[in-house]
């Protein structure tokens, strides 16, 4: 893919969008106590409110996706975000802020499901167009963290939000700047399809692979937030008795390798075939995850945690790239719109599930439970491998 093909504004975005988020989430549980006094409770519904209004919006944005054209959506959700951000620095109630939070959410939505169709329409390099998306999304995760604190103590309990909102308008400004492209365009054949015909969905789910992947992608987000992101330094900490900087150390290796396996495989699927790299790689995210209680060296557990970063980048994006290998152009919004509501379905049942199984039992076994969930996906990927075609005409 040369330069000239990267959706620049849309990778852009992306990054902006994590950059704020990393800098909003840690200060978040501060500000909430600091404003509204703020009780356990109310601090651990604002990440469901903003998923919740994710869930609500992916679909329907899939459908408008053609409709209203791709840059308008992801520059309106880029600008709903904005609104909501100052809205909830300036807002006095509580129910406000929550409300204002979903709102997010639903700009979020907008921009992420617009985005990801249109680098998932880079047809001849598509691995690595959807790699480069999500590694924009963690790099500006990983960097925006380590400004989220100093923002807050160094320059107003409000930097932070007014940080995500001036990080989306220059977001805005790149769409401004940039020309209109291919990439950014909707397909000429749209216009058969653009219409809120909710049929449009039983067709995608009918074609092979998608409901398969997409539920896929659904228990990679579940054991993404569920065990790597809640669990995984709890393990650090009780299992590997480490102290709390050096999790910090090890959750970062772990960032690392995500990078890095984000960018092997999406090369690698290019070359070499999705399920090659799929099957592969789910397999040894399992035997990493299986084995990591029987790990307890402190140089092991830093390399476990790498590897189980680049096992994780290494998957992350395939389900997306084989629903856009799968599905005509027309139909990829609602396809992709589809992939997001099982991807934010993932991220609201992964963390309760996960948790309860910790609770019940022990805190090894969600990663226990992970890798057999990794090991029955990567069985049903070999299955549907064999005599499919990579596109369903419709």
């Avoid at 809205?87 to 985005?115: E, K, N, P």
């Avoid at 789910?205 to 065990?227: C, D, E, F, H, Y």
């Avoid at 960018?263 to 290019?270: E, H, K, M, P, V």
């Amino acid at each position: 893919m040369s330069k000239a093909e990267k959706p620049v504004a849309v990778l852009a975005g992306a990054f902006l969008f994590n950059l704020g988020q990393g800098v909003l989430r840690p200060t978040m549980p501060l500000y909430l106590q600091h404003i509204f006094a703020a009780n356990y409770q109310m601090v651990t519904l604002i990440p469901v409110a903003f998923g919740l209004g994710k869930w609500m919006a992916s679909l329907p944005t899939g459908y408008l996706l053609d409709l209203l054209g791709r840059r308008r959506l992801m520059a309106g959700g880029l600008i709903l975000i904005a609104l909501a951000d100052l809205g909830s620095a300036m807002a006095a109630a509580y129910g406000v802020f929550l409300s204002l939070r979903a709102l997010g959410g639903v700009g979020w939505a907008a921009f992420s499901t617009a985005a990801t169709t249109t680098v998932v329409d880079q047809a001849a390099r598509r691995g690595r167009a959807v790699s480069l998306l999500l590694m924009s999304e963690t790099s500006g995760l990983l960097l925006g963290s380590t400004a989220g604190g100093w923002l807050y103590q160094g320059v107003s309990v409000v930097g932070p939000f007014v940080f995500e909102a001036t990080c989306m308008l220059v977001a805005v400004a790149a769409f401004a700047i940039e020309p209109t492209s291919a990439s950014t365009a909707s397909p000429r054949s749209a216009a058969t399809f653009a219409r809120l015909d909710w049929r449009l969905l039983r067709v995608v789910l009918r074609i092979p692979g998608v409901l398969l992947m997409s539920l896929s992608n659904a228990v990679l987000i579940g054991i993404q937030t569920g065990v790597l992101v809640f669990l995984f330094p709890l393990y650090l900490v009780e299992q590997g008795g480490l102290r709390p900087e050096m999790v910090g150390l090890f959750v970062s290796l772990s960032v690392l390798g995500r990078l890095l396996g984000l960018w092997l495989a999406g090369n690698a699927s290019d070359r070499w075939g999705r399920e090659r790299v799929l099957v592969p790689g789910l397999l040894v995210f399992a035997a990493l995850l299986g084995s990591l209680p029987l790990v307890v060296h402190l140089v092991a557990l830093g390399l476990w945690s790498l590897a189980i970063g680049v096992a994780a980048g290494s998957v992350a994006g395939l389900p997306t790239v084989l629903i856009g290998d799968r599905v005509v152009p027309p139909l990829q919004g609602v396809a992709i719109g589809w992939l997001r509501t099982m991807a934010d379905t993932g991220h609201v049942l992964g963390p309760i599930i996960m948790g309860m199984l910790a609770d019940a039992m022990q805190l090894t076994t969600p990663f226990l439970f992970a890798a057999v969930l990794l090991v029955g996906v990567a069985w049903q990927c070999r299955r549907r491998a064999d005599g499919e075609s990579p596109r369903v005409a419709v």
